[in-house]
């Protein structure tokens, strides 16, 4: 929970030059913190069960992974669109498996 807590305060500093960048107004540009605490609310649970069923360490390394590549298609982003799904979906989940 302490990651969750850190990345959001992160994005809420960050916010309004991210959504000058994309030309996001104020209820677009409050879809980047919102998506992703949804999708990391849900991953948290599945992951959970995944890494009891399979193990921690088989599904924390192509996590990981997922994370890292997440964490470069985010930076890379060039519209509103792709900040979203890239921090909500593929950014969340691994974040997820570390707790």
């Given at each position: 929970?302490l990651m969750f807590g850190i ?11 991210v959504a000058a960048a994309l ?77």
């Amino acid at each position: 929970m302490l990651m969750f807590g850190i990345n959001s305060r992160i994005v809420i500093v960050g916010l309004p030059q991210v959504a000058a960048a994309l030309n996001a107004d104020a209820e677009q540009a409050i879809w980047f913190t919102q998506a992703y605490m949804f999708a990391s609310t849900v991953a948290l649970f599945l992951l959970g069960r995944a890494s009891d069923i399979f193990g921690r360490v088989k599904i924390y390394v192509p996590v990981f992974a997922l994370f890292t590549l997440g964490a470069l298609l985010s930076g890379l982003s060039s519209n509103l669109v792709q900040v979203i799904v890239f921090r909500a979906w593929i950014f969340s989940w691994p974040e997820s498996e570390c707790f």
